[in-house]
Each structure stands twice: as C-alpha cells, then as structure tokens.
C-alpha cells in the first residue's frame, strides 16, 4: 500500500521558523500536497509540488522535495500563532482508477508559543 | 469564490440508525470525493464519482453507499450506524484544466452516534 509518514507533534516559538518533514513510499507519486487543518475546520490546501520539482516557494512557504529519498518538508518562515495547527501530507498517485485519489499522512500538531 | 459545500455540519444519530450526508462541489467541477476522518486519525479514502460513475472505491464499509447525481453533487448513505462510525466526513472535488490535480475540501459533516 501507500504509506506516508509524519513527526506527531512540532513546538516552535513564535518568529521562528518551522520544518514539518514527511516521507512516503510510492515513487508512482505525481503530486505531493500540504494540507492545514485547524480545530473541528476542514482541510486548507497550503501548496503542492509536481514530482519532477525539487523545490516551490509561496510566501512564507517553502517546499522541498528529494525524490531520490522520498522526502519532502514543508518550511513555515515567521511562525505565527495563527499557523498553530495540524499539517497533513498527502501524495497523489495518477494509475488508472487511482486518479486523483489523495493518500494522507497521519498530520504534525504544530505549536507555536509566543 | 464559490467552495464545496457539504451539508449538514453536524448531525447525532443512535446505533442502528441511518444518516445521509449530502456535498455539493465547486461549479463546474465533475469529479467527487468522499473520505473519513476518525478522531486523531488522518483522512481515509471512501469512495469517488467522476461524470456520475464510480471512479474508485477505497475502504468504504457495505454498509454504506454513495451516489452522484446529475447536477453533480453528491450524497453519502450510512446504515446500520455502529459507534465507530462516528467521524468527521469530507467531501472534496476536483475538476479539469489547471486545478485538475487539486482536490477542495469543503468543511466536513461531523456525525457522532450515541
């Protein structure tokens, strides 16, 4: 099966910068995404990043991806107390029915302490 | 912009009981997906529907069952509810062109059974 790993829990102070990592197994990955999810709230899309990218910046996000090692980081710059939630990474694996279909890591509790 | 909406938010139903929960996707948007979140848990997949077929079927019990409609948006049938089946439960759909390879999340339908 898919099997894609996260850290539970990641505290950080506030200002800081935040390092979420994930590791999955599938090579077949086409799409890597990060997902936020704050109490009891649906899931946010933060970004994704193609397969055959290293690297995607948005803001204060910056995604890494090392393919060789089925790894992948979500950095978070200037953390702030609203960025306190759970982060997910999902992969997406385009094979014949699977298409679309979203395989989820078990999410990082991000806390930021002011 | 318009999001998935998923309908109701919260519902509370007994053992044995029934439940539909209905998602009506983004505009234009042809393809659904269902997935489960237990408590803590990350998101599992249930089931998906593309131009009102079943596209791919992940751990959905028997139990239940789901359909597309014509207008596009869709409803997830529960029967027979057993307390483990209480979970948050999202729809997310996906459609063509550049978001192709994005799934929207709309904010989950919380059923709790007692």
């Known amino acids: 099966g898919e099997d894609v790993e996260q850290s539970l829990f990641l505290s950080v102070r506030e200002g800081d910068s935040s390092v979420i990592n994930c590791t999955y197994t599938?090579?077949?990955?086409?799409?890597l995404y990060w997902y936020k999810q704050e109490p009891g709230a649906g899931l946010q899309l933060l970004t994704y990043?193609?397969?055959?990218?290293d690297m995607k910046q948005d803001q204060r996000l910056t995604v890494l991806l090392n393919k060789k090692d089925k790894h992948l980081s979500l950095r978070i710059a200037d953390t702030q107390t609203g960025d306190s939630a759970i982060y997910f990474c999902?992969?997406?694996?385009?094979?014949?029915?699977?298409?679309?279909?979203?395989?989820f890591g078990r999410g990082t509790q991000l806390t930021v302490w002011p | 912009a318009a999001g998935v909406i998923q309908s109701p938010r919260h519902l509370i139903k007994e053992k044995r009981e029934t439940a539909t929960l209905k998602c009506y996707p983004i505009?234009?948007?042809?393809?659904v997906y269902w997935y489960q979140q237990g408590p803590g848990q990350d998101p599992q997949f249930l089931i998906s529907?593309?131009?009102?077929?079943?596209?791919d079927k992940g751990s959905i019990p028997d139990r239940f069952s789901a359909q597309q409609f014509s207008d596009y948006h869709s409803e997830l049938n529960m029967s027979s509810l057993e307390l483990g089946d209480s979970a948050l439960y999202f729809c997310?759909?996906?459609?063509?062109?550049?978001?192709?390879?994005?799934?929207?999340f709309g904010a989950g339908s919380r059923l709790t059974v007692l």
């Open positions: 997310a759909s996906r459609g063509m062109g550049p978001g192709a390879n994005v799934l929207t």
């Open positions: 599938d090579s077949s990955s086409t799409y």
């Open positions: 990043i193609f397969s055959n990218m």
């Open positions: 999902a992969e997406s694996i385009n094979r014949g029915s699977t298409l679309g279909r979203l395989y």
């Open positions: 505009p234009r948007h042809d393809t």
């Open positions: 529907f593309y131009e009102k077929m079943q596209s």
